[in-house]
T-cell receptor, first 114, second 113 residues
Framework: DSGVTQTPKHLITATGQRVTLRCSPRSGDLSVYWYQQSLDQGLQFLIQ???????AKGNILERFSAQQFPDLHSELNLSSLELGDSALYFC?????????????FGPGTRLTVL | AQSVTQPDIHITVSEGASLELRCNYSYGATPYLFWYVQSPGQGLQLLLK??????LVQGIKGFEAEFKRSQSSFNLRKPSVHWSDAAEYFCAVGDPGTYKYIFGTGTRLKVLA
């Protein structure tokens, strides 16, 4: 158990819909990262937040957005969903913001778009 | 641009045999290097990491990796594989300038009894 929690574990929705994925980092960790894992794209870094502020942005679509709240939990919002958005979405956390930090991964949220 | 290459998509070894998983990276300086393991249905777990210093690093579960600057490689090794090592292994590069991680495409390890 990494100490990172993600809810829900599974999510099934329809195209065009909007969903919110939630992540609670390990106690004391200030950074939260979001990743998308799919069979054709592999593990893709989406976005990082550090202490409430966006720190780094990867291959995140404009239909996707995220935020980190004062209590350090984070939410990833996916809108206008398409079939291709079906994937496993991981959240990770780390103590600080540097690239040398070990990231602790949550169990993931499996999103299925029908 | 930074990149990470894991040339082997699948590897099959017999239990008790030695293992080497390859990882090559492209980066302007010495990046931070990581190996993670993902068991079926699980998140990723850190096996080991390299920032500087001794180029041979020891990790958990009996794994080690060697950083070779001249080859831009960070290969993962284990002298004797156990059936429980069957999983997917990811090499990753951490950029200290941009805070981004780049993951390789992964190598899926199958262990034969």
């Amino acid at each position: 158990d990494s100490g990172v929690t993600q809810t829900p574990k599974h999510l099934i929705t329809a195209t065009g819909q909007r969903v919110t994925l939630r992540c609670s980092p390990r106690s004391g960790d200030l950074s939260v990262y979001w990743y998308q894992q799919s069979l054709d794209q592999g593990l893709q870094f989406l976005i990082q937040y550090y202490n409430g502020e966006e720190r780094a942005k990867g291959n995140i679509l404009e239909r996707f957005s995220a935020q980190q709240f004062p209590d350090l939990h984070s939410e990833l919002n996916l809108s206008s969903l398409e079939l291709g958005d079906s994937a496993l979405y991981f959240c990770a956390s780390s103590p600080l913001a540097g690239g040398q930090d070990t990231q602790y991964f949550g169990p993931g949220t499996r999103l299925t778009v029908l | 641009a930074q990149s990470v290459t894991q040339p082997d998509i699948h590897i099959t070894v017999s239990e008790g045999a030695s293992l080497e998983l390859r990882c090559n990276y492209s980066y302007g300086a010495t990046p931070y290097l990581f190996w993670y393991v993902q068991s079926p249905g699980q998140g990723l777990q850190l096996l080991l990491k390299y920032f500087s210093g001794d180029t041979l690093v020891q990790g958990i579960k009996g794994f080690e990796a060697e950083f070779k600057r001249s080859q831009s490689s960070f290969n993962l090794r284990k002298p004797s594989v156990h059936w429980s090592d069957a999983a997917e292994y990811f090499c990753a590069v951490g950029d200290p300038g941009t805070y981004k991680y780049i993951f390789g495409t992964g190598t899926r390890l199958k262990v034969l009894a």
